[in-house]
């Protein structure tokens, strides 16, 4: 759904449906303690990780729905890298790729993918994002 809300805190986010499940934890976690890659594919990964951060920076176990608005300004405890499609403009996944990578950088890779004629949506290209 696209944002319509100039506010962004005052956008309604759709409920997703999510699974955190223990093999995942436990890769993450032990990458996290490395202080290795952790990578989320995806926008749905990348918010269901963010929504099942501990206090201790970890992540833990959830299986349930989550209606997380991930915009900018946004500090990702876990994640520093990132792979995403191009999204449409007004976006709530395009607002979660800016808060990830910044939003400069992300405008002017968007820059690059008009100019190029990339394919943008859900079958469209996608973009590594690194922190």
């Keep these: 759904r696209d944002i319509d809300v100039e506010d962004l805190t ?4 759709d409920s997703e449906d999510m699974t955190v499940d223990e093999q995942l934890v436990d890769m993450v976690n032990a ?16 918010r269901a990780i963010a929504s099942s951060v ?3 920076g970890h992540i833990m176990t959830y299986q349930g ?9 946004y500090e990702f405890t ?4 990132m792979i995403s499609n191009f ?8 607002m979660m790729v800016a808060a990830f990578g910044g939003y400069d950088t992300v405008m002017k890779a968007y ?3 008009i100019k190029e004629k990339y ?13």
């Design 10 to 13: 005052k956008h309604r986010m």
């Design 31 to 46: 990458a996290k303690d490395r202080k290795s890659r952790v990578c989320a594919v995806g926008t749905s990964t990348m």
């Design 54 to 56: 501990c206090m201790n």
């Design 65 to 73: 729905w989550t209606n997380r608005f991930i915009f900018p300004p």
């Design 78 to 81: 876990v994640c520093n890298a």
């Design 87 to 94: 999204h449409m403009p007004y976006s709530t996944m395009l």
């Design 111 to 113: 820059e690059v993918a």
């Design 119 to 131: 394919q943008f949506g859900a079958y469209g290209d996608a973009m590594l994002v690194l922190k």
